[in-house]
């Protein structure tokens, strides 16, 4: 049974991501936090820390909030490590990939892809992930699209609807569009908050991808892009036209899209006022898994883009939903310091999905930063500071985990 209360104190270092104080005072030194229910209810110093009706100590360990994985497709079944391998050995990426899966996840039970989801999920609380975004997209027809969004729907906190993946074998792009804007979407409606597109070469056009945004905005959907994953191309100016949360991949930027997300944030600032803009969501473990140059998180933070870190897990471009893996790789070879990945990973998937502040996205309580009012989200390191998540990129570095309160590891 979870305690009434529950201190955890003699945290060495506690990167609480809390924004509202400004980047630099968000790392306390000797730290501890009071959780009450799901609830945090203190946070400071260890030495002015309450009682409460269990108490841990950290010994000295790194604390900081649970992961906020703000872009998975989770919903799935089959194997694509053959796909995978011949990629390795010369083959270019191909969105044909995403028509195997549809094929297998088609061929699932119901039981077997909540089995696998759940199984999904689990490993990913294990590497300290506490809130988690998943996408529907290996439907691609009406019913398998709802029922993708209706099992989602029980295990992730967000669902994304993406029945513009990929146009299926076999239908007319224009014809096939038609139908996510209107009885697919309507079909899924009750199980999803936000709508996708995959804006690309190869996959929707910007004119198709016009048309489904504006069709899941009518609809009170919340929005994100697929966008300048495979080149330059319509995602970020679309994402910015229609005020969406997040575009997502962002491998290939113009100035133009730089300053085009930029200039959504004017008016947006550490003390959370104002409204959010477009957060750019860099996807590393797919990069590094299409061998396609990492997203330039460098050059968007420098502008004063707010950059989210994700796994971006599924079967086909990024098969991990390691975050741990995701902020090495952001530090070592995407040139942020260890508390900007941090923060990436943590508050910038928050903001990516509306829910780093209030209880403003279905009454959910802020997660992605440790605050007195937040979730209680929390993990601790197996090491005396965040910096060892790249200093020591591959070991086992997640301790304890707690979730809502609840130690989930
Ligand atoms: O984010 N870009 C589109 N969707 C996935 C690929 C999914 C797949 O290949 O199965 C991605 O990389």
Not at 214 to 242: D, I, M, S, W
Not at 298 to 321: Q, W
């Amino acid at each position: 049974m979870t305690p009434a209360s529950t201190l955890i104190t003699n945290i060495g270092e506690l990167s609480t991501q809390d924004y509202a104080q400004g980047p630099e005072a968000s790392v306390l030194r000797d730290a501890a936090v009071v959780f009450e229910g799901e609830r945090i209810s203190w946070i400071g110093a260890a030495a002015d820390a309450p009682a409460a009706d269990e108490t841990m100590d950290a010994g000295g360990r790194a604390g900081l909030p649970g992961w906020v994985d703000s872009h998975t497709h989770l919903v799935f079944a089959g194997d694509r490590s053959a796909e995978f391998e011949a990629r390795m050995a010369g083959e270019s990426y191909a969105a044909g990939g995403i028509a195997v899966t549809t094929a297998a996840t088609r061929a699932a039970s119901d039981y077997d892809l909540t089995r696998l989801l759940l199984a999904r999920v689990a490993e990913a609380a294990a590497g300290g992930t506490t809130y988690l975004e998943t996408k529907t997209g290996y439907g691609l027809n009406v019913q398998e699209e709802q029922r993708s969004a209706r099992i989602a729907s029980t295990v992730a906190d967000q669902v994304t609807f993406l029945g513009a993946h990929l146009v299926p074998d076999g239908m007319d792009a224009e014809e096939y569009t038609d139908l996510v804007c209107t009885a697919m979407l309507t079909a899924v409606r009750p199980y999803v908050q936000w709508a996708d597109v995959f804006c690309e070469q190869g996959a929707f056009t910007a004119e198709q991808s016009r048309r489904v945004l504006a069709a899941c905005r009518k609809a009170g959907l919340g929005l994100r892009v697929h966008g300048n994953q495979l080149g330059y191309g319509a995602g970020v100016a679309l994402a910015v036209e229609f005020g969406a949360a997040s575009v997502d991949h962002v491998n290939y930027l113009s100035d133009d899209d730089v300053a085009a997300l930029a200039g959504t944030w004017t008016g947006w600032g550490p003390g959370r006022s104002g409204t959010p803009g477009t957060v750019a969501t860099c996807l590393p473990a797919c990069d590094l898994s299409t061998r396609a140059p990492l997203a330039d998180a460098r050059r968007l933070l420098d502008a004063g883009v707010p950059v989210a870190l994700a796994s971006n897990c599924n079967p086909g471009t990024s098969y991990t939903s390691s975050m741990t893996f995701c902020v090495a790789t952001a530090v070592l070879q995407m040139g942020l310091t260890v508390q900007e990945a941090v923060r990436a990973a943590t508050f910038g998937g928050a903001l990516a999905l509306r829910v780093h502040t209030g209880e403003d996205r279905d009454g959910q309580r802020a997660v992605g930063s440790l605050a007195v009012g937040h979730r209680a989200d929390l993990q601790l390191l197996n090491a005396p500071s965040a910096a060892h998540l790249a200093y020591r990129p591959g070991m086992p570095l997640t301790g304890s985990v707690w979730r809502a309160g609840v130690r989930v590891r």
